[in-house]
């Protein structure tokens, strides 16, 4: 083993056992055999920060630039610095192309959140923030003092912080016009799904196997199917099946107006809901609206099940709902069991095409379709799908608002789903 590679891994176990100092000396003796090693520079530098020393810091983080000028972790070392000096427009200039580069570098987006809070962008620092600690947690750091190593607790204690107190006073914001409007008592449930959602206040589900993943409006009806009474439109809607069937068949002739509902899988999310015993299993979906966006070349190929569609009472949230399509389940396919992200709204198939042996499952109760026959069920339960024939089923999918909300908290949830994204930075109903 070369000297470099001793070096190094000295250097490396000191910093494994927290011995700063070693680790340094180790990384010192290391740059006189590789006076331009990126990672001994770097290290060196954060260990000049701490101390106070930003100059010396600066000129060595320059040198491993110079070396790799593209080194992400070099560029984050040097914004840091520039944090630790308060000098936060400067910072900024380092990590918003950074960032643009790697979305994914949730300690860049940390210090990112930082400085825009600093400089008054407090809006966007809570986005940041939110976005730095959800990517963290979802790779298992931050989630404790023992995930979250010891130079950032502080920062991170403060974006936790952050968020808390500043969703609050933002959600109370989106909410006060209408409380004005309609009056505290007309928005209770809607008041207490927000604390749910802060985490102030611990909301009860109707039963262990319902789940929301995002918002949940207690005191709402929660069966897993509903009474059809419920919905007067149910009748117009199912006489047409045989016109919404014939235009559904000149889609499935071209297989290639359909897209994979999850994503393609190497967008991550391919295989997360979707199994079965089919040779290739498939979830696609031939979309009217998909998260609030219209698409009208659809609409205009299958103009009788537009129509259809509006006129029925859809779920209308701008950039984030309704979600309408031709649900296309293959051979062998099953949909895995899952949780949607609120009770307040349902979800309605007309069933098209039915074969043999395919079924619904919500909360452990099985409904099997039945062709021109529509079910609306809370998603919020966990629940599946599976098609074991060796044909396709296809539900015409659509959501439509929980029948037990009224006016004033429909217009509520609307606003308070349009102030969430904003805060997230992300589509929060697209579950």
Known sequence: MSDVAVLTERALAHARNGDTTAAEQSFRELLQHAPEDVQALNFIARCH???GEHAAAERLLQRALAAAPDDAGTLKNLAVSLVEQGQWQAALAHLQPLLSQDPGFFVARLYLALSLQQSGAHAAALTHFYQAVSQAQRQGHWTSAQTTPPGLRRLVEHAMRSLRDGRRHTLQQVLAPLQQRHGHRALQRI???????LGELRLATAGPEQRPTFLYIPGLPSPRYFDPALFPWYETLQDATPLLREELLSVLEERQLLAPFLGEPSAGRGGSYLGGDGEQPRWDGFFFHRHGKVFSENAQRCPRTAAALEQVPLVRIEGHAPETLYSVLGPGSHILPHTG???????????LIVPEHCALRVAGEEHAWQEGRCVSFDDTWE?????????????????????GLDEAERDAID?????????NGEDILAG
Do not use: C, K, M
């Open 49 to 51: 920060s701490t101390r």
């Open 191 to 197: 008041e207490q799904a927000v604390a749910g959602y």
């Open 383 to 403: 629940h599946e799908a599976w098609n074991r024939s060796q044909s396709t089923r296809v539900v015409l999918l659509f959501d439509v608002w929980n029948p």
């Open 341 to 351: 992200v609120t009770n307040s709204r349902i979800v309605t198939h007309l069933p």
């Open 415 to 423: 606003a308070l789903v349009r102030g969430i994204a904003e805060l």
